[in-house]
């Protein structure tokens, strides 16, 4: 058949099925789910380990060359490049491009793994490493929540719960928070009252320390019986911190914290992120859908 001639002699279904095409298209880039970044995957993860106070030298041999150690007995990692820092240790691993992208998460499982067995190679001083490939994630969805008269503690709670109950939204895949103010318990302690009272300010510090220790008390049979013993949990609030006894070296004699130091509870000195929407504080809500959805339909279940 000839579509030309065909087309020529019933304009009228030609031009209709234009039209239906016009249509079509126009209701399709519509209701078509779109990212400004569409999401794609990166063969990288970047391990990152803190060492508070070591050298540059020191973070090398006793934490970055134990983790590469590690790391190499993969066979699916193909570089390794590794950055040793004063008081940290960031190694880049990639995947040899043999690999396809649904095989990466178990790639990282496995690392995940290795680098775990080697947290016990590491000196004491060092943090436990954190393995991060969600390098390709994009988030479609951006909220500012801003809330003006509440508290800290209330910001932190009502951040959790927004991210809590978007996250159980079908076809939400991830939700991350940024920009809450984090609460700390200071103690202040004046170096003149100690040096009065004869008490080394490392003394204060272990005693506060070994106070808010959780240990494992063990447990007790009796007769059927499976009794676990449980210690005093830690310290939590000011009042339990102010009430800690402290004792003077060489005497018998007990002091509570509160009588040499000041105790309080304020947000932290130094945040790790300020976000402000149109000026005010606020704290902000991304979030990722699964990779098959349609990022629209997933905003409108969201709101």
């Not at 390709?136 to 209330?154: D, N």
């Not at 076809?171 to 302690?189: D, F, H, K, L, P």
Request: hydrophobic share 40%; aromatic share 4%.
């Amino acid at each position: 058949m000839d579509i030309a001639k065909g087309s020529i002699e019933r304009p009228v279904i030609t031009w209709l099925i234009v039209l239906i095409c016009l249509l079509g298209g126009i209701w399709g880039f519509n209701h078509l789910g779109k990212l400004e970044d569409p999401s794609f995957t990166i063969p990288n993860a970047v391990i990152n380990t803190p060492y508070p106070g070591a050298t540059a030298r020191e973070v090398e041999e006793e934490v970055t060359e134990r983790l590469e150690r590690a790391i190499q007995e993969m066979q699916q990692i193909d570089i390794i490049e590794s950055l040793s820092l004063p008081g940290r240790s960031e190694i880049e691993v990639e995947v040899a491009p043999s690999y396809r992208s649904h095989e990466l998460p178990q790639i990282w499982d496995e690392l995940r793994r290795k680098i775990n067995d080697a947290q016990g190679l590491l000196p004491e001083g060092a943090s436990r490493s954190h393995v991060n490939d969600d390098f390709g994630e994009v988030y479609g969805i951006f909220y500012a929540v801003m809330t003006p008269g509440y508290e800290v503690a209330e910001i932190r709670d009502l951040s959790r719960f927004l991210q809590r109950e978007i996250l159980t939204v079908p076809n939400v895949a991830r939700v991350t928070t940024a920009g809450e103010r984090e609460e700390a318990i200071y103690i202040e302690i004046p170096n003149e009252r100690l040096t009065t009272l004869g008490i080394p300010v490392d003394h204060v510090i272990n005693t506060i320390q070994s106070e808010n220790q959780v240990t494992d008390a063990g447990s007790l049979r009796v007769g059927d019986d499976h009794v676990r013993l449980v210690l005093r949990a830690g310290v939590d609030s000011v009042a339990t911190i102010e009430a800690i006894r402290i004792g003077r070296p060489g005497t018998t004699e007990q002091i509570s914290l509160l009588d040499v130091a000041e105790v309080t509870r304020q947000p932290m000195e130094v945040p790790n992120h300020l976000i402000r929407h149109n000026g005010e504080p606020a704290f902000t809500l991304a979030v990722a859908g699964v990779a098959e959805a349609n990022i629209v339909e997933v905003g409108e279940a969201v709101e």
